[in-house]
């Protein structure tokens, strides 16, 4: 049974930081690109970013270059979201998900190839 764990979520101030990780298990890992969405109340979830299987490639939403890192330790199964400078908006439930690196269709990640999803961490960031 496959499962994404994330903690790291919280109450944080604007200008402030966050470090998100995502622990998978029963999951072939080092061939599963790992991303991170996002979904606030009344909006559509939305990919924050991506990380590709062996960490090569990184894909960013336009609000959060240069401000989010994604990275991933192979052997540990997990994938980390590190969030600078958090603004308001960046308010949401952050969801761990993984897509199967089994063809040119599974990157750049979206909401259609995502194999597994983790269950949700909140993120709320006060003005």
């Known amino acids: 049974q496959v499962q994404l764990v994330e903690s790291g979520g919280g109450l944080v101030q604007a200008r402030g930081s966050l470090g998100l990780s995502c622990a998978a298990s029963g999951l072939a890992f080092s061939m599963s690109h790992m991303g991170w969405f996002r979904q606030a109340p009344g909006k559509e979830r939305e990919l924050v970013s991506g990380i590709s299987q062996r960490a090569v490639t990184t894909d960013y939403a336009d609000s959060v270059k240069g401000r989010f890192t994604i990275s991933r330790d192979n052997a540990k199964n997990t994938v980390y979201l590190q969030m600078n400078s958090l603004k308001p908006e960046d308010s949401a439930i952050y969801y761990c998900?993984?897509?199967?690196?089994?063809?040119?269709?599974?990157?750049?990640?979206?909401?259609?190839?995502?194999?597994?999803w983790g269950q949700g961490t909140q993120v709320t960031v006060s003005s």
């Open positions: 998900a993984a897509s199967f690196a089994s063809s040119a269709s599974s990157w750049p990640l979206h909401r259609g190839n995502i194999n597994y």
